[in-house]
C-alpha cells in the first residue's frame, strides 16, 4: 500500500511538471520568453506562483528544461534511425519526417526552442543545451556520411553542408507553416526529402 502510495504521488509530481511545462511553452510562444512571467505560467495552469518552485527554481530553468526535453526527445528519435538497416535514402526521409512529426506533437516546445535564444540563459544552461544540440546535428551528418562513402549521395557536396541545409529547411517551417495549414506536417516532409534528395543523390542512384 505504501509503495503505491509513493508511485502515485510521483505520478502526480510528474503529471505536474508536464502540465507547468506545457504551460510555460505557451505562454513563452504567445508572449516571449523576455515579457513571460511564471505568474502568466501559474495563472494559465491554474496554480499559485508558489507552487510553480516547488518544480521549478526559476523561469530560466523552465526554459532550459523546455529546450532541452526538445532536442534530446529528437535525439533518441533520430539515433533510432541511424541504426536501421535500411539505405541513406530511407534514412534521410525518415529522419526528415522524424523532424516533422515534433511539429505535431511538441509544437509550443518546438517552437520556444526554435525561436529563444539560448543566450538568454545561465552560461551553463545554455552551453548544455548547445551541446544537445551538437549531438543532433551530428547524427544528421552521419547519415549524409554514410550516403556519400556508400555512393548514394554525390562525392562534390561537404557532408557538413549538406547536413546545415538539410536542418534548416526543417526548422525554417515553423515560420509559415500551421498545423491547421492546406498541407500536414507529414506531406510537408515528404516534399522537403524529395527536394533535398534529388540534389544530394549522384546520378546512377537517381535514375
Request: glycine share 4%.
Amino acid at each position: 500500500m505504501k509503495e503505491n502510495l509513493n508511485n502515485q504521488k510521483k505520478t502526480n509530481k510528474i503529471d505536474r511538471r508536464s502540465q507547468i511545462l506545457d504551460a510555460a511553452a505557451l505562454v513563452f510562444k504567445e508572449k516571449s520568453y523576455d515579457r513571460a512571467t511564471l505568474q502568466d505560467i501559474a495563472d494559465l495552469v491554474g496554480l499559485t506562483k508558489a507552487t510553480i518552485y516547488h518544480y521549478f527554481k526559476s523561469k530560466h530553468e523552465l526554459l532550459y528544461t523546455i529546450n532541452y526535453m526538445s532536442v534530446t526527445d529528437a535525439i533518441d528519435r533520430l539515433s533510432q534511425i541511424v541504426k536501421m538497416p535500411v539505405s541513406p535514402e530511407e534514412k534521410v526521409r525518415l529522419a526528415f519526417q522524424q523532424h516533422f512529426s515534433a511539429y505535431v506533437s511538441h509544437l509550443p516546445g518546438l517552437l520556444v526552442m526554435l525561436h529563444e535564444k539560448t543566450d538568454l540563459l545561465p552560461r551553463k544552461m545554455e552551453q548544455e543545451i548547445k551541446s544537445e544540440f551538437k549531438k543532433y546535428i551530428s547524427l544528421w551528418e552521419s547519415l549524409m556520411r554514410e550516403g556519400v562513402a556508400l555512393g548514394h549521395f554525390r562525392q562534390d557536396l561537404d557532408p557538413k553542408m549538406i547536413t546545415w541545409s538539410a536542418v534548416g529547411m526543417c526548422n525554417w517551417v515553423y515560420k509559415w507553416a500551421s498545423p491547421s495549414g492546406r498541407l500536414e506536417f507529414h506531406q510537408i516532409a515528404d516534399i522537403f526529402s524529395e527536394i533535398f534528395l534529388k540534389g544530394a543523390q549522384t546520378r546512377e542512384k537517381d535514375n
